[in-house]
């Protein structure tokens, strides 16, 4: 299926050069008055080397066709974590390196999308947004209710990010899995 490189995103697995990558990074570079290009850094999903390519914006891209199954993450096990398949219970561990940033978004009992490429697991598709308990922050500013001044918060997966002065220790954020960015506080 081919998507416009402007829609490329951290985790997708493309097709280019006759192999699977997984985009590790991406970076949207506008130089002056110039065309856009998008910056990326993929990984092969075979051999695991990891390259820098450029697209510019107009450029197509080969989004690799997965087949996806409903699973249910249960737990971790050192570096491995643990999946259940939803419609016969049968359960996979995945390596933490085939996750990628994922797991920042993992909770037990989560269901997500598993992504298979030819029999073979390539990764996770999590859903847009997740919501997650803050663990830790500093204390708000009086007043910081409307403000744009952000804190940093470290969240129950381990993940940090930054929030709002209002958040305290405690609240159930929502968070944008595709950014890693607050979106809102959740109402309990």
């Known amino acids: 299926m081919l998507i416009p490189a402007t829609q490329l ?23 002056g008055n110039k065309r856009g290009l998008i ?12 390259i820098e390519q450029r697209f510019r914006s ?13 699973m249910e ?4 096990s050192g570096s491995s974590y643990i999946f259940m398949d939803t419609d016969n219970y049968e359960q996979v561990s995945v390596d933490a390196e085939i996750l990628g940033d994922s797991i920042s978004y993992l909770t037990p009992n989560q269901r997500v ?3 298979f490429y030819e029999g073979t697991l390539v990764g996770i598709e999590l859903p847009a947004t997740v919501d997650l308990k803050v663990v830790s922050t500093e204390p708000g500013l009086k007043r ?13 997966t381990g993940l940090v ?3 709002p002065h209002f958040i305290e220790t405690d609240d159930l954020i929502r968070v944008d899995t595709a950014e890693g960015e607050y979106v809102e506080r959740v109402k309990l």
């Open 58 to 70: 107009d450029d197509s891209i080969d989004k690799a066709t997965l087949e996806e199954r409903a």
């Open 73 to 76: 993450y249960l737990y971790n």
């Open 161 to 163: 990010i930054q929030v």
């Open 113 to 115: 999308s598993v992504e």
């Open 39 to 50: 910056q990326t850094k993929l990984k092969n999903l075979k051999s695991g080397t990891q």
């Open 9 to 31: 995103r951290v985790g997708m697995i493309v097709a280019l050069k006759g192999d699977l990558f997984r985009v590790t990074y991406k970076h949207h570079l506008t130089p």
């Open 144 to 156: 910081a209710t409307a403000t744009a001044s952000t804190k940093p918060a470290t969240l129950k």
